[in-house]
């Protein structure tokens, strides 16, 4: 039986144990008077009891899914819905003991989740992620998995069902500070992605025409990666502060040695190496046949690269584009530290507070801006896939 068939049989056993683990040993929920205090921990049995133990139910599904062929797609739905009910069971129980806890006599407790709770939720979820991957897969799966997951969170979201949670409380008192930390953090990733394209894709290009020059512009690409980021940041708030300080236009367009322009740059620098690798390896795939048989028939080179390569190298290009989407929208978390804003602000001023919940206020986001990101990019790349296949 191929490991992708099989692979349930092996992993589900590993993940409900660890489930057990998790929930036995590591707190569900903390409870403090206020948000600078260590809280008391709450284990899951303590939560769950009487009624709400149900939120477990779904647990059964997996132990019906390992009693059933490994092959099957309802054995994959089975370990899915199993997983997407275990998740929003467990938030639910969290926001709702969170509301039970209120009380006159701690107006400023806090209700948190503990480590348990994160560990329950990650098993969770690499189970839907083993069932929505594989190569008999539907394309289409894994997106409907996603949205199996995050469907009910967000409706106990919006329904205000963990608005008693610390989390919730961070950001009901921080909303104008995440929703500008929100747009300056995209702001960076967008105008980082579009530098990165104009300079990668002219570069990609000449390497894949000329591999002369393929050795010393990826070594000098992997030169930059080799250096932390701090440092990076830190190398161009001089060179910069010194450019604005002798040409003050430059300061009126916002560049300075702090800002966002030094993390622009920064972060450009970080993702040139795997977008210039994947557009010339995207063309380097085109069969030198293929380029022939155009110009037998009358292609020019513009056309070549437009209607034979470009359409070829596409899914390596989309491929690269992901990994340095993904890659921005984390490394744009460091630059709050030169005053780029974004959600590395909120996560630094949470650790400075020694306040976890607005720590993640600040990791959260990014996490979940990632996850959208990647998930879109594999799901424009199996639409493609789907309409080249005949």
């Known amino acids: 039986m191929p490991v992708s068939t099989q692979a349930h ?91 039970a806890l209120v009380s006159d006599d701690l107006p400023l407790g806090r209700t948190s989740l503990g480590g348990g709770y994160w560990v329950l939720i990650v098993l969770c979820g690499l189970a839907a992620s083993e069932a929505a991957r594989g190569p008999d897969v ?17 409706t106990l979201l919006l329904q205000g069902g963990l608005d008693q949670l610390s989390l919730m409380k961070e950001y009901d008192n921080r909303q104008d500070v995440f929703d500008a930390a929100l747009q300056r953090h995209l702001l960076l990733v967008a105008a980082t992605l579009l530098a990165t394209l104009l300079i990668a894709v002219p570069t990609g290009v000449l390497i894949s025409r000329r591999a002369t020059l393929a050795a010393p512009l990826l070594a000098l690409l992997n030169l930059v990666q080799t250096v932390p980021s701090i440092a990076l940041f830190a190398l161009l ?17 916002g560049i300075s040695g702090i800002g966002p322009a030094p993390a622009i740059i920064a972060l450009t620098l970080y993702s040139l190496l795997p977008m210039v690798r994947s557009i010339s390896a995207g063309l380097g795939q085109v069969a030198p046949t293929v380029i022939e048989s155009a110009r037998g028939m009358g292609m020019s080179e513009l056309q070549i690269f437009r209607q034979v390569e470009l359409p070829l190298a596409l899914p390596v290009w989309l491929a690269g584009l992901r990994v340095t989407t993904v890659q921005a929208i984390g490394l744009a978390v460091v630059a709050a530290l030169i005053g780029a804003g974004g959600f590395g602000a909120v996560m630094f001023q949470g650790l400075l507070s020694s306040a976890l919940d607005l720590v993640l206020l600040g990791v959260l986001p990014v996490v979940g801006l990632s996850v959208l990101a990647d998930s879109l990019f594999k799901l424009i790349a199996g639409l493609l896939s789907a309409h080249r296949t005949p």
Request: hydrophobic letters at 60%; proline letters at 9%; a positive charge.
């Open 138 to 154: 539907p394309r289409l799966w894994p997106p409907a998995v996603g949205l199996l997951l995050l469907g009910p969170l967000a």
């Open 237 to 253: 708030m001089g060179p910069l502060a010194a450019l604005s300080a002798r040409w003050p236009l430059l300061a009126q367009w």
């Open 9 to 99: 049989q092996r992993v589900l056993p590993l993940l409900l144990g660890g489930l057990l683990l998790a929930a036995l040993g590591l707190p569900f929920l903390t409870q403090a008077p206020n948000r600078l205090v260590t809280g008391t921990g709450l284990l899951l049995a303590e939560v769950a009891q009487g009624r709400r133990a149900l939120v477990l139910a779904p647990l059964l599904l997996w132990l019906l899914a390992l009693a059933r062929p490994a092959s099957a797609r309802s054995t994959r739905l089975l370990i899915a819905l199993g997983a997407a009910g275990t998740i929003a069971g467990l938030t639910w129980l969290a926001g709702s003991h969170a509301a």
